[in-house]
Nanobody, 119 residues
Framework: QVQLVESGGGLVQSGGSLRLSCAAS????????MGWFRQAPGKERESVAS????????NYADSVKGRFTISRDNAKNTVYLQMNSLKPEDTAVYYC????????????WGQGTQVTVSS
């Protein structure tokens, strides 16, 4: 099982940028597709972006396409989320997780990192 620690969140003005990092423990990191998810107050957790094991494929929610970029460094057991042109509606707690072959994330989650975008 992969253990995850997210970082890089903060308070930013609308139009600003942040880069989130997710450090994973364990030697199995490169075996899994990885994803970033977010949960806004009063809303369900949603998928933001995902990346395949070799970084050959990425997918994005329509709401972040063209603004967010997911990447990973298997040598560092780290996955990143570059977020540009941030909007107030991007405000949420952001989580990363490994993705099972079924396409769903694993049940165990890290503490997440708070992203707050002011208007």
């Amino acid at each position: 099982q992969v253990q995850l620690v997210e970082s890089g969140g903060g308070l930013v003005q609308s139009g600003g940028s942040l880069r989130l990092s997710c450090a994973a423990s364990g030697r199995t990191f490169s075996m899994y597709a990885m994803g970033w998810f977010r949960q806004a107050p009063g809303k369900e957790r949603e998928s933001v972006a995902s990346i395949s094991r070799s970084s050959s494929r990425t997918n994005y929610a329509d709401s972040v396409k063209g603004r967010f970029t997911i990447s990973r460094d298997n040598a560092k057991n780290t996955v990143y989320l570059q977020m540009n042109s941030l909007k107030p509606e991007d405000t949420a707690v952001y989580y990363c997780n490994a993705i099972r072959s079924s396409g769903s994330p694993f049940d165990s989650w890290g503490q997440g990192t708070q992203v707050t975008v002011s208007s």
